[in-house]
C-alpha cells in the first residue's frame, strides 16, 4: 500500500480527505499539533506525527519515505494578513521544501483566482507559486466555497434557513460554485492516484455556470420542506458589520477583506480539466447536499 503524508487532518475537510484516502488504498501519515484532537474515523489506521508548519524536524518526519504528500492545512482567518502568509505560504514552503521530488498535492482555493480581493486569497496564490517551483510532481486543485457535516462556517447560514430566511449579498447578478465536502475528498483521492500533469485546476460539482443565491435558497427550502425568504443585504451594512468584527480580540470570518471576496461577481468554476481526467462526478447535487448536511447536523444538536 502506498503511503501519503497528510496536513490539515483534523480541521472541516480533513477527515472526510482521509477517509476518501483511506478507501482509495492509501496508508496515512498525518501531522497533528499537540493541542488537537484526533476525530474518530473508524476504520482508519493512521501513523501520528506531532508538530505543525512551523516546526521542521516535524515536517521532515511527515515526509520521510512517503509516496506522496497532501497538503490540506491552511489558514481561512486570521487577525493580520501577515498571519495568512505565515501558515498558506510560509507553511507549504517549508512543507515543500522537505519533499523537494516527491509527489505533492495542495488544496487550494478558487480564491486564488483573484489574489487582489483579499489577505486570503493572496496567500493562497502565494502557495501556488510556491509548489509551481518543486522539481517533482505537483498539483494545486482550487476549492470553490465548501459545505457539508462538520462545517461550522455554513452552519449560520443553515440555521437561518431553519427560521425561514436566508441573507445574501445585495448582488442579483452574482454567481457561486459549490462542493459537498465528501465530492471535495473524493475527488483529491481520485487525483493523488494518477499520475497527473503538474498544474493548477479546479474543481466543483459539476453544475454549469454556478449558482445564484437564489438557487442557494431553493435548495435550503427543498431540503427543509418550507419556504425560506431571501433578504439582500447591503454591501455598507455587511462592511459595517465586517469593520465591527475587527475589534473582535479573536480572528473573525467576516472582515472587510471578506466582504471584497462576498461581493466578487464570478465564484463559478470555468476549468474541467480535473474532473475530465479522473473521471470524477459529483454525488451530491445542492439539493442533496443541503440535505445531507442539515440531517448531519440535526443528528449532533446543531440545527
Known amino acids: 500500500m ?17 477517509a476518501a484516502l483511506a478507501r482509495h488504498g492509501w ?44 497538503h490540506a492545512a491552511g489558514a481561512i482567518k486570521a487577525r493580520r494578513p501577515e498571519d495568512f502568509e505565515a501558515t498558506n505560504r510560509d507553511g507549504t514552503a517549508r512543507l515543500a521544501g522537505q519533499a523537494p521530488t516527491i509527489p505533492f498535492l495542495l488544496l487550494s482555493s478558487l480564491a486564488a483566482r483573484e489574489p487582489q480581493l483579499s489577505p486570503y486569497a493572496a496567500s493562497k496564490r502565494a502557495a501556488e507559486e510556491v509548489i509551481e517551483q518543486r522539481e517533482g510532481r505537483w498539483l494545486a486543485v482550487r476549492a470553490p466555497a465548501v459545505y457539508g457535516p462538520g462545517d461550522r462556517e455554513t452552519l449560520a447560514y443553515f440555521r437561518m434557513a431553519a427560521r425561514g430566511f436566508a441573507l445574501q ?31 493548477v485546476c479546479e474543481i466543483d460539482d459539476g453544475q454549469p455556470g454556478g449558482y445564484s ?24 451594512l455587511i462592511g459595517t458589520v465586517a469593520a465591527l468584527n475587527g475589534l473582535r480580540p479573536s480572528a473573525q470570518i467576516l472582515t472587510p477583506a471578506k466582504v471584497r471576496e462576498l461581493f466578487h461577481p464570478d ?37
Open 267 to 303: 465564484w463559478v468554476v470555468h476549468d474541467r480539466t480535473l474532473a475530465a481526467a479522473t473521471a470524477f462526478t459529483a454525488r451530491y447535487d445542492l439539493q442533496e447536499g443541503f440535505r445531507h448536511t442539515i440531517l448531519w447536523y440535526r443528528s449532533r444538536g446543531w440545527l
Open 2 to 18: 502506498p503511503l501519503a503524508a497528510v496536513t490539515g487532518a483534523t480541521g472541516f475537510v480533513g477527515p472526510h480527505l482521509i
Open 169 to 199: 449579498p445585495d448582488q442579483p447578478d452574482a454567481r457561486l460554485s459549490l462542493i459537498h465536502v465528501e465530492d471535495l475528498a473524493e475527488a483529491v483521492a481520485l487525483a493523488l492516484g494518477r499520475p497527473l500533469p503538474s498544474m
Open 27 to 70: 496508508k496515512l501519515r498525518l501531522l497533528i499539533r499537540r493541542w488537537t484532537p484526533l476525530p474518530s474515523l473508524p476504520g482508519v489506521d493512521a501513523e501520528i506525527v506531532w508538530g505543525d508548519l512551523s516546526d521542521e524536524a516535524s515536517l521532515g518526519r511527515l515526509v520521510e519515505g512517503v509516496d506522496a504528500v497532501v
Open 213 to 236: 443565491h437564489a438557487d442557494m435558497a431553493a435548495a435550503a427550502a427543498g431540503a427543509f420542506g418550507r419556504r425560506v425568504n431571501r433578504l439582500r443585504v447591503p454591501r455598507m
